[in-house]
């Protein structure tokens, strides 16, 4: 069976963990291959909610195998307190596997996030201050901790201390911080080390394996195009690759094995931290649709920022991670906007662009191009069909679907894991 990729189609917080919840049983696999816990996936089963900032969102739906690949970076502390939270909740946490070639977050680079984001001052990139970037960087310098080596006390307490050999002359010498010990350091990664070796496995051989024996993978991106360290609006981004083919190298997975590729577009657009944002909206309308979408982050209870959607990007995200099908959530948010903007092309000095910039410095002074569609002022959350919506909301779906060149399959009308109309299957069916 082939594999199946998930991914933001925008600046993140689009819902991906709704996309997952509508694949359902027929996924056995869910497979988070990028980023860390600075970014967050809520989830609402009933009345309960839950926000997963490290697991993959599978983890919640019985049967399915939760997988932390390669190309994640993690935070041993938030692991398990995520794990003890959903025990808690009564939920099977026992079938999660991490992969021994996945990277550690040290305390150490945590310090380094924070103390450097404040030192940027006004040219600051807008970080969560989790540690992601520096331990992505270790990876990159090669002086990296890695989750095998918790087992090998010898290499873990070398490694630490190269590594503290330097960074502790940056917190001292620049940032006027105290060192920090090398092994309170090794102490604390060792203290998680019984527990976590159960879970720890090679996830890129046992990935292959369930692709051939008949299973179905899904690779669940973090974060999303526009924060993709090479495809993103840089250095605005994250430190890793969350398009389709970040699931390649993050997950050991050829690309020969992916199917489809399923994209989530919120019918509007919001982003976290700095950056441009063409539709961006500083007004009543803008704290509207934040109130009606509930736009804060899961991991920071950061406002976020809120615009119009742009489908300028969503062509631009069709592009790169060659989707196949779109999901879009939050479409009842729009319920009570008499008119509706999209932004469907930019003014950059005088001249109208139809796609994404080549430059970053053009983009930056974009302005948006609307066209307006009028608004339905009627609630969609009961509606389980596309012909059930008021015909103003068919048409805000079809032009949509129509600017950026991909069907949207499924429509989000709600929180709730039901609340969703399913318009082609999603696993191509």
Same mark, same amino acid.
């Given at each position: 069976?082939?594999?199946?990729?998930?991914?933001?189609?925008?600046?993140?917080? =689009?819902?991906?963990? $709704?996309?997952?919840?509508?694949?359902?049983?027929?996924?056995?696999?869910?497979?988070?291959?990028?980023?860390?816990?600075?970014?967050?996936?809520?989830?609402?089963?009933? @009345?309960?909610?839950?926000?997963?900032?490290? !697991?993959?969102?599978?983890?919640?739906?019985?049967?399915?195998?939760?997988? *932390?690949?390669?190309?994640?970076?993690? @935070?041993?502390?938030?692991?398990?307190?995520?794990?003890?939270?959903?025990?808690?909740?009564?939920?099977?946490?026992?079938?999660?596997?991490?992969?021994?070639?996945?990277?550690?977050?040290?305390?150490?680079?945590?310090?380094?996030?924070?103390?450097?984001?404040?030192? !940027?001052?006004?040219?600051?990139?807008?970080?969560?201050?989790?540690?992601?970037?520096?331990?992505?960087?270790?990876?990159?310098?090669?002086?990296?901790?890695?989750?095998?080596?918790?087992?090998?006390?010898?290499?873990?307490?070398?490694?630490?201390?190269?590594? !503290? @050999?330097?960074?502790?002359?940056?917190?001292? $010498?620049?940032?006027?911080?105290?060192?920090?010990?090398? @092994?309170?350091?090794?102490?604390?990664?060792?203290?998680?080390?019984?527990?976590?070796?159960?879970?720890?496995?090679?996830? %890129?051989? =046992?990935?292959?394996?369930?692709?051939?024996?008949?299973?179905?993978?899904?690779?669940?991106?973090?974060?999303?195009?526009?924060?993709?360290?090479?495809?993103?609006?840089?250095?605005?981004?994250?430190? %890793?690759?969350?398009?389709?083919?970040?699931?390649?190298?993050?997950?050991?997975?050829?690309?020969?094995?992916?199917?489809?590729?399923?994209?989530?577009? $919120?019918?509007?657009?919001?982003?976290?931290?700095?950056?441009?944002?063409?539709? =961006?909206?500083?007004?009543?309308?803008?704290?509207?649709?934040?109130?009606?979408?509930?736009?804060?982050?899961?991991?920071?209870?950061?406002?976020?920022?809120?615009?119009?959607?742009?489908?300028?990007?969503?062509?631009?995200?069709?592009?790169?991670?060659?989707?196949?099908?779109?999901?879009?959530?939050?479409?009842?948010?729009?319920?009570?906007?008499?008119?509706?903007?999209?932004?469907?092309?930019?003014?950059?000095?005088?001249?109208?662009?139809?796609?994404?910039?080549?430059?970053?410095?053009?983009?930056?002074?974009?302005?948006?191009?609307?066209?307006?569609?009028?608004?339905?002022?009627?609630?969609?959350?009961?509606?389980?069909?596309?012909?059930?919506?008021?015909?103003?909301?068919? =048409?805000?779906?079809?032009?949509?679907?129509?600017?950026?060149?991909?069907? *949207?399959?499924? *429509?989000?009308?709600?929180?709730?894991?039901?609340?969703?109309?399913?318009?082609?299957?999603?696993?191509?069916?």
């Amino acid at each position: 069976m082939p594999a199946i990729v998930l991914v933001g189609a925008q600046w993140g917080d =689009e819902g991906k963990g $709704k996309a997952t919840d509508l694949l359902g049983d027929r996924i056995d696999y869910v497979v988070k291959f990028n980023g860390g816990n600075n970014a967050g996936h809520t989830v609402v089963i009933g @009345d309960e909610k839950y926000a997963l900032h490290l !697991l993959p969102s599978g983890i919640l739906t019985p049967g399915v195998t939760p997988v *932390i690949a390669n190309g994640v970076v993690i @935070d041993l502390s938030v692991l398990f307190t995520e794990l003890d939270d959903l025990d808690r909740r009564g939920v099977d946490t026992s079938l999660l596997r991490v992969s021994a070639n996945a990277h550690i977050i040290p305390p150490y680079n945590t310090v380094l996030d924070k103390v450097a984001e404040r030192f !940027l001052g006004s040219r600051k990139i807008g970080t969560t201050g989790r540690g992601i970037g520096p331990t992505y960087a270790d990876k990159m310098s090669r002086v990296g901790i890695r989750v095998q080596d918790l087992y090998d006390e010898s290499i873990l307490r070398q490694k630490v201390g190269a590594a !503290l @050999d330097f960074k502790n002359q940056v917190l001292a $010498k620049i940032y006027n911080r105290r060192a920090i010990e090398a @092994d309170r350091v090794v102490e604390e990664l060792l203290s998680y080390a019984d527990r976590l070796a159960p879970m720890v496995t090679d996830t %890129s051989l =046992e990935i292959s394996r369930a692709l051939d024996a008949g299973k179905t993978v899904l690779c669940e991106a973090g974060q999303a195009t526009l924060l993709d360290v090479d495809h993103g609006t840089y250095p605005y981004v994250t430190s %890793s690759n969350a398009t389709s083919g970040g699931a390649c190298t993050g997950a050991g997975l050829p690309p020969t094995r992916i199917d489809r590729v399923i994209a989530v577009l $919120k019918a509007f657009t919001t982003r976290v931290g700095e950056g441009p944002f063409p539709t =961006e909206l500083h007004d009543e309308v803008g704290d509207r649709l934040r109130e009606l979408g509930q736009e804060f982050g899961t991991t920071t209870g950061r406002p976020r920022r809120v615009g119009w959607l742009d489908v300028v990007i969503g062509r631009y995200a069709a592009r790169i991670n060659g989707v196949s099908d779109f999901v879009m959530t939050k479409l009842d948010n729009l319920d009570t906007f008499e008119q509706i903007p999209v932004c469907v092309a930019y003014d950059i000095n005088g001249e109208r662009v139809d796609e994404m910039p080549t430059s970053q410095s053009d983009f930056h002074h974009a302005r948006p191009i609307y066209e307006y569609l009028p608004g339905w002022c009627e609630d969609i959350s009961d509606c389980r069909t596309f012909e059930e919506l008021p015909p103003r909301c068919q =048409e805000y779906v079809l032009f949509v679907e129509e600017q950026i060149g991909a069907r *949207i399959s499924a *429509i989000g009308v709600g929180p709730g894991r039901d609340e969703i109309i399913q318009r082609y299957p999603l696993t191509g069916e």
